[in-house]
């Protein structure tokens, strides 16, 4: 039965593939939701049996490899089914959601984005179930295609289009690094099997270890958003707004901590890549921290966000600590997907016509449930008690502080920033003046109930989620205590990023216009990301056209096309010449016969 947490999603993308143009739109809505809803369903049947005992499902041998042979299996343990559960609950109640937001555009094929949707959900839990290497790079790619897709759903949109050859482009570089991993694990190992290699990890050699880990990060680090395959994370929000959800809450972004997460005991024997971890995680979140400042597009301040709370992540895996990164994974994925489902819900308020958060204002007397809903979630993104991400994020801070005070100054800066960030983006957006009233004559209004209750139902879990801290860490085998000073620290540097929102988008006591223009510069190194996308976009991808079209002007025309060119005449001369061999005239036939028997005669003579 444990195999159908699988099979469901991909069953209902098989059927939607192949059979959506004649179901319609809304029954493939209804056909990807009941596979991301039995997925959840088998998934906690699998979370009770495994929390009691771990266990293997073989699928298939395919391939003999020497001694070994290449297979698929799925592989239930506490931390598996678990996240299995957290990705098929989050999944399907963003599927419940995407029927609101997309109803719009139900009679233009529609079926497609379901079936996609389908893909994406079935590629992540082959990544989260899988047994092996094998089958999790499977699912990795799975899950690059999917995005592919799904980011460039309005291919008709520059925007869009361009942001999903970013995503696959990016992707791609990390992938490259993840397969030089994976044979590189295979060949210190001889087996792809996650078990045989947990068995065998201290008896490699350490060095060959710490570059396979490396090369494994590489993959992460390119999944995940991190530095310096970053840029097209925030340019992903050319999707649709449950694509962006989908992506940034359970499933693609977070696929790179949790494979760091799954093959830990890897990685805890090559401690050098474990820096190396730390210091990517702890560089990127303070770097998408800074960014998200500046940013004013309503998605692309919580992507900035997605990015930052990553990078935590990698950061308490590089200090040691996995089980409180795998924790924070968990609740923000319930406040991740929360932000975003209700920054979706503004933008189908104003009929997909507004994206910048200056644009709105005001929105907290129109859209109430929507409003509760984005401050539950900013709240526990910004780790305020008793919300879950303060219990998740504390303890990371914790484990920063620990490991030095360099990195818990650099943790608590990060936690200022998340805090400013998002609450000036929800001040702005449903607090102050009503922004929108000079190009909507119609108010906004709240959204429909198939997508209230989804956002309710996440904002439950974002309050709930952190009071299984306890439950989490036991099942985990890991007891890890909060500590009093630690937690007050946190919540003076969150209210403190909240106060300075609320003075300055609120309370007006310091004009925005003004602090912008003191600190243009600034700003502008901060909104351009470090200048790190028109490093990628001008100088390398510019560069890379440029270099292709000199060598198209040089060695193709001039040099290919030209000796082509020149040879030309010689050559059809010839043929001309030769065609006359097989033109069928009998008499040009029995002349060259006679020319041929003439020449014959000839060498005889002369040989003689």
């Not at 759903?153 to 869009?160: I, W």
């Not at 078990?195 to 680090?221: N, R, T, Y």
């Not at 930052?308 to 895996?317: H, R």
Request: aromatic letters at 16%; proline letters at 3%.
């Amino acid at each position: 039965m444990e195999i159908l947490v699988l099979l469901s999603p991909l069953i209902a993308f098989l059927i939607i593939a192949l059979f959506g143009s004649r179901m319609g739109d809304m029954a493939s809505a209804l056909l990807c939701i009941l596979g991301g809803a039995f997925s959840f369903l088998f998934s906690l049947w699998a979370t009770f049996k495994a929390l009691n005992e771990p266990f293997t499902v073989k699928l298939y041998n395919f391939l003999p490899l020497g001694d070994y042979t290449l297979s698929l299996g799925l592989y239930f343990d506490p931390l598996s089914s678990i996240t299995a559960s957290v990705v098929t609950f989050v999944a399907t109640l963003i599927f419940i959601y995407s029927v609101g937001y997309m109803s719009d555009l139900f009679g233009q094929w529609t079926f497609k984005f379901y079936a996609y949707l389908s893909l994406f959900l079935f590629a992540m839990l082959l990544i989260v179930l899988s047994d092996n290497l094998l089958g999790l790079f499977f699912g990795w790619e799975g899950v690059g295609l999917a995005s592919y897709l799904l980011i460039g759903y309005f291919h008709t949109q520059k925007k869009a289009a361009n942001a999903s050859l970013e995503a696959f482009t990016l992707n791609r570089i990390g992938d490259w690094f993840f397969l030089f991993g994976i044979i590189a694990t295979f060949y210190l190992f001889g087996s792809l099997s996650i078990l045989d290699i947990f068995g065998k990890v201290s008896e490699v050699d350490k060095a060959l270890l710490g570059l396979a880990c490396l090369l494994l990060f590489g993959g992460a680090v390119g999944k995940s958003g991190q530095l310096p395959l970053h840029t097209w994370l925030p340019n992903a929000m050319a999707g649709p707004t449950p694509v962006s959800a989908l992506l940034h809450a359970a499933t693609m972004v977070a696929a790179g901590v949790y494979m760091v997460a799954r093959l830990y005991p890897m990685f805890e024997n090559a401690p050098q890549s474990l820096k190396v971890v730390a210091l990517v995680g702890g560089l990127t979140a303070l770097f998408a921290g800074l960014s998200a400042t500046s940013h004013t597009d309503i998605k692309k301040i919580i992507a900035f966000s997605t990015m930052s709370q990553l990078g935590l992540m990698f950061l308490a895996l590089g200090l040691g600590d996995r089980f409180s990164a795998m924790f924070h994974l968990t609740t923000h994925a319930f406040f991740k997907a929360l932000l975003f489902l209700a920054a979706g819900s503004v933008i189908h308020a104003f009929h997909h016509h507004v994206h910048d958060i200056y644009e709105t204002g005001g929105l907290k007397r129109y859209m109430p449930i929507t409003y509760g809903s984005f401050l539950v979630g900013a709240l526990a993104l910004a780790g305020v008690f008793p919300l879950s991400g303060f219990w998740s994020k504390d303890l990371i801070v914790s484990t920063a502080y620990e490991a030095s005070f360099f990195w818990g100054v650099l943790v608590s800066v990060v936690s200022f920033l998340t805090a400013y960030y998002i609450f000036r983006e929800g001040f702005v957006m449903f607090h102050g003046k009503e922004h929108f009233r000079h190009e909507h004559e119609k108010e906004p209004h709240e959204s429909p109930g198939v997508m209230a209750i989804p956002m309710l139902l996440l904002a439950l879990m974002a309050v709930v989620a952190g009071f299984f801290e306890g439950w989490y860490g036991g099942v985990m085998g890991v007891k890890k205590e909060l500590h009093l000073n630690i937690a007050l620290l946190s919540m003076g540097v969150a209210l403190a990023g909240i106060g300075v929102a609320y003075l300055v988008y609120v309370r007006g006591l310091i004009d925005p216009q003004k602090a912008y223009e003191a600190l243009k510069p600034l700003h502008t190194t901060f909104k351009e990301q470090f200048f790190t996308e028109r490093l990628y976009h001008r100088v390398l991808a510019g560069g890379y056209l440029f270099y292709s079209k000199i060598l198209y002007m040089t060695s193709e025309r001039q040099l290919i096309d030209g000796l082509v060119n020149v040879t030309y005449p010689a050559v059809k001369g010839a043929g001309s010449v030769l065609r006359q061999l097989q033109g069928g005239k009998l008499n040009l036939y029995a002349f060259f016969i006679a020319l041929g028997f003439s020449l014959l005669l000839l060498i005889t003579i002369l040989w003689r």
